[in-house]
């Protein structure tokens, strides 16, 4: 199915479970070491539902190449990719290589977390179609030849934040509400890691505000969301399945529904009535939707 972009929507595997909606991969990104899928979050791409994954690219060093995000339409289950970039010195776009371990959306803008560097900010309203050599570099291919093609989103906007900016996730009233803040915390390997909830940047305050701050003393936490006075938080735990916590009263308590092997960020869809998760190691990734009936919230 093409895009107004000549780009082409390719199918993912949509399966209703026990534990949920399960999406899973049907190409080489099921086990892929070159990519990693991170964050996650629910918007509307030319008026449709769709889910965002951000993928990251690294060489076999462990160097970030480029960063992605897999537009997942909810209806049809189709996916699109659509790259991240910079503006370079000379002009030219440049691939965005950040971890894009959370990711927040707001209409048009899409804020990335960016570790050590802040959040960054694409433009979702102005996607470029680019062709060929550069559209193989960008995705951080050593590819230069064939008629490939990709959509790109532009950096508008780098934001610092005084955290490490592992994750973040977005914040609802409990009746469903989104609010214009958004949940940033630090991925580390002891308990010492924090989660602060944020304004986002307006036309009247351009930089994120800081308005709360909680240490759940867990290690390896990976994304946060806040559903009236709950906060969720996934933590992963190597090729184990991953633990969600809640958090009410002041006190993190488990709860007993499990989270995918190598768990990363949470995306709340009130629309949907599901809480939404991902698992990034190879053979074992996909992306579930958890539904609102099994963690207590309305649906």
């Known amino acids: 199915m093409l895009w107004p972009f000549g780009t082409i929507w390719r199918p993912v595997r949509r ?17 892929t070491e070159r990519w990693y899928p991170q964050g996650i979050d629910v918007g509307r791409l030319r008026g449709r539902r769709t889910l965002a994954v951000s993928w990251f690219r690294q060489d076999r060093a462990g160097r970030h190449l480029a960063s992605r995000v897999t ?41 990335a977390a960016a ?8 433009d979702l309203a102005r996607l470029r179609r680019v062709r060929g050599s550069d559209a193989h570099s960008l995705a951080g ?14 950096r508008t906007a780098q934001h610092p934040v005084d955290l490490r900016c592992s994750f973040l996730g977005r914040v609802f009233t409990a009746d469903g509400t989104p609010l214009p803040r958004v949940l940033i915390g630090e991925y580390r390997g002891n308990d010492r890691g924090v989660v602060g ?7 009247a305050q351009p930089r994120f505000v800081e308005r709360d ?6 290690r390896h936490l990976q994304g946060a969301v806040r559903w009236g006075e709950t906060r969720f938080v996934s933590q992963s735990d190597l090729l184990h399945p991953g633990a969600l916590w809640t958090d009410r009263d002041g006190s993190w308590r488990r709860h007993p ?43």
């Open 115 to 122: 570790t050590g560097q802040g959040i960054w900010e694409f």
């Open 213 to 218: 701050r909680v240490a759940p003393g867990l």
């Open 197 to 203: 909830e944020f304004d986002i940047p307006s036309a």
């Open 15 to 31: 399966r209703r479970r026990s534990t949920g909606i399960d999406l899973r991969w049907l190409s080489a990104r099921t086990w």
């Open 257 to 299: 529904v499990p989270l995918p092997a190598g768990c990363e960020d949470l995306a709340l869809d009130p629309e949907a009535g599901v809480l939404w998760t991902l698992g990034e190691h190879p053979w074992r990734r996909v992306v579930r939707g958890i539904p609102f009936s099994a963690l207590d919230l309305p649906g």
């Open 141 to 154: 291919s050593r590819r230069r030849g064939g008629r490939s093609t990709v959509l790109v989103a532009v």
């Open 71 to 111: 537009m997942i339409d909810l209806d049809r289950s189709r996916h699109l990719d659509v790259v991240l970039a910079v503006p370079g010195e000379d002009g030219r776009l440049e691939p965005a290589p950040i971890h894009a371990g959370g990711l927040a959306w707001f209409d048009d803008r899409l804020f």
